[in-house]
C-alpha cells in the first residue's frame, strides 16, 4: 500500500491509497492526523478535513499491519467571506443569487467564499478566477426551476468586423443558446470548487425534465459548466438532479475531479454525469456516479465545432470511479468531431450500468473524429449489460436515422468519415453480463485500426436481461451473447474467456488480421 | 415560420429542367419545413446539395450577383443580358427563408446556408446607392457603367428593393447578420420603398408591400413558448 496526498487546500487534503483496491480497499483503515484519529475509511480516494490554513501535519494511514506516514502542508488562505454576511439568507425561500454572486464577485486572491450549511435558492453564479468557492456540510446551492429567470448564453456572437465569432453557449456538441448554468465559468482560471455540501438542480419532470428535447427559450442549463478555465479543481461536493448534463467542462485545460458524488434518478433525461468537451489534462479520480445517462461522456463536438476549431478531448485520466446505473460507465462520443486521444481508465467499478466501454460515433462526424490510444485496464464490471461496445453507426440527431447512417454498404471514405485507430483493454472481469460480452462494429469504408483485448473474462446473469447490444438501426435485442467483432484490421485476443454464452463465443467478422493467444 | 400543412415533400428534381431563382423562394421553405416537422430530415442532406449547386450556377462570384436561371450542364442565364435587382432577391429570400425552417441542432448545415446568404448579400449590397435609397432593376456591374440606360429602361425597382429589404430584416432577426450594422440598410429600404408606394399609389405594389409584411409577421415567435420553432 501507498498512500499519495492528491489534493490539499486551507483545511482538507484527498489522500489516495495505491495498490490497496478498486474504488474501495480490500479492508477498513484508519487515518491518523498529528497523533489523532480523523476516521476510519473504506474508500481509496478520501477527504479529511477539519485542518487550518497554513500548518503542517503528519497523517499516518493505518490498515491491517501496514503503516504509512505521509507529511501535509495545507495552504495559505487570505480571508474568508460569508456568504450570510453578504446578505445571503439560505432559508430556501428567498433569491440568494445576488448575495452570493457578489460575495464571489469580492474575493480577493486566495480567498475563500463560504457558503455555510442551509439552502441558498440560486438561478446561476460566475465564478471569477483564483476563488475558492467552499459548499461547507449541509449546505446546498439549490438551483431554481423558473427557466424565465435564468440569463441565457448565446451560442455564437460575430465579431463587428465579421472576421471572428465568440462561442458561449453549447448544447450536444453545437454552438446553440443555452441557459447558463447553476455554476458558471467563464475564461476563469485557478478555481477551486469544494467542500462536503451540495449542488441540487431541483429538476424534475414538472420543470426542466419535461419535453427535455424541445427548446423553450434556449437549451437545459448544466449544473457546472467551464467554457474556456485552465487550472480547476472540483472536490468533495455532491451534485445532483441536474436539469441536463451535471458537470460540463468545454474547451478548458488542467482540470481535477475528486471524490465527488454525482447522483441524478435512473429515468432522469439527458443527466450526463461529466462530460469533458474539446478538454486537455484531465484528471477524475474517485468519484461516485448513479444517474440516467452516460456517467462519463468525453466530446469534442459536433462537425462544425470540431472540423473549424479541431481540439480534441486528449490526456485523459479516469481512475478509482464507481460507475452505478447509468447508460454507459465510459463513454467516448457521441459527439467527438474533432477526436479524442490518450485516455486510460484503470482501477475503476462499473456496476449496473447498460454499457462499460461505449465508443459512439457515426458516418457525418468528419475526418478529425479520431479515436486513438484508449485504454482500459484493472476495471471490475458487475451486471453491466454489454461491456464493450463500440457503435460506429450510432442513430443520434435529427439525420441519424437515414440511409447514409445506418447502411452497413462500403461507402467512400470523405470529409465526413469518422476514424477509431487503437483500443487495448487489459485485465477485466465482467461478472453477470447480460446481453452480450462484446459488441465491436467498424465501418466497412474505415474499419477500426486495432483493438486488443487481454485477459478479460466474462460471464453471465443466472436470469440475463434481453436488450439490444448498441443504438443502431437494424440490431435486435438478446440475451447471452459472446464477442461480436465486425470491420476491425488487427484484432488481438490473448487470455479472453466468454462462459456461458449462448452461442459461439467468438463471432468475427471482416477481421484482416486475427492474433488468438490463448 | 411555415405551418406544418403548409409544408410540402420534396419531390424528386428533373436535373434536365431549367431552374429559375424564383424556385429557390417559392418552393425550397416549403420542402425544409416538411423536412423538419415531418420528413424525418431525411431529405436535408438533398436539399443542401441543390443550393450549393444553385449558388455555383446562379451566383457571380466576380460581381456578386445573381443570375437567373441555369440549366444543369450549361452556362447560367442572364435573359437581359444584365444582372437584375428581383433575382437577387429571389436568391435571398430563398436562402434565409430555407433556413428559418432548418432544425439548428444540423448546425453545419445551418452555418452553410448562411455562408451563401452572406456572400450574395454583401454582393448586392456593393452596388446599394443610399442617395437613391432604393434598387434599380438593373444592377450594371463595373464593365456595364458605359451603358447608358434612360430612366424608364431601368426604373427604381421597388418590389426587388423590398424583398432584399425582407431579406437583410429577416437575417438580423436571426442573428445571420449583425444588427447594428444591417438593418439600418433594411430600415431604409423599407421606408423609401413605403414613400414611392404612397407617391405612385398602385394596387400592385400595395399588394407587394402586403405581402412582404405578412411574411415578416409570420417570422415572430415567442422566446419562451416557441413550441413554433424548428427543433
Redesign the interface.
Known sequence: MQVTVIFTEARSFTLELVDAGIYETEKEYEVFVNGKSAGCYQKVVQTIGGLKPDSEYRIRVHMGEETKEVLVKTLKESYTLNVRDFGALGDGVRDDTTSIQAAIYACPKDGRVLVPKGVYKVTSLFMKSDVRFEIAEGAVISGITD??KFPIF?G?I?S?D?TSEYNLGT??G???DMFTAIITCVNVSNVMIYGKGTIDGCASRENWWNNP?????AWRPRQIFMNHCENMVIQGICVKNSPSWNIHPYFSNHLKFIDLQILNPKDSPNTDGLDPESCEDVEIVGVYFSLGDDCIAIKSG???MG?KYKVPSKNLMIRQCCMKDGHGSITIGSEMAAGVLNLTVRDCLFLHTDRGLRIKTRRGRGEDAIIHDVVFENIKMDHVMTPFVINSFYFC???G??E?VRTKDTLPIDKRTPNIKQLAFRNITCENCHVAAAFLYGLPERKIEKVEMKNISVRYADQPTADVPAMMEGVTAYTKHGIYANNIKTLVIENVSVEGCEGEAFELENIEDLQKIE | MVGVLDAIPMPERDRTEIVNVEYMESKYPLYMAYE?KVG???K??TILADFKEMRDKLFDQETGLIYDSYEVGKDAILEDGKFKIMSAGYYLMGIIDTMFEV??????QY?AYEGMF?EAIKGVLRYYNEEEGLFRKYILTAKQMDMELKEEENPIDVKGSLMVAYAIWKACYM?VL?N??YMPIADQLFDCARKMIDEKKTAELEDFYDWILALKQETTFE?????N?P?
Open positions: 427557466r424565465e448565446p455564437m460575430e463587428y465579421e448544447w450536444e453545437n454552438p446553440l428535447k424541445i427548446r423553450r427559450g459536433k462537425i462544425y472540423s440527431d435529427p439525420d436515422k437515414t447514409y | 423538419t424525418k430530415k431525411e436535408y442532406q432544425a439548428e441542432e444540423i448546425y453545419e452555418r452572406k442573428n449583425l447594428e450594422k422566446p419562451w413558448i416557441d413550441e420553432k427543433v
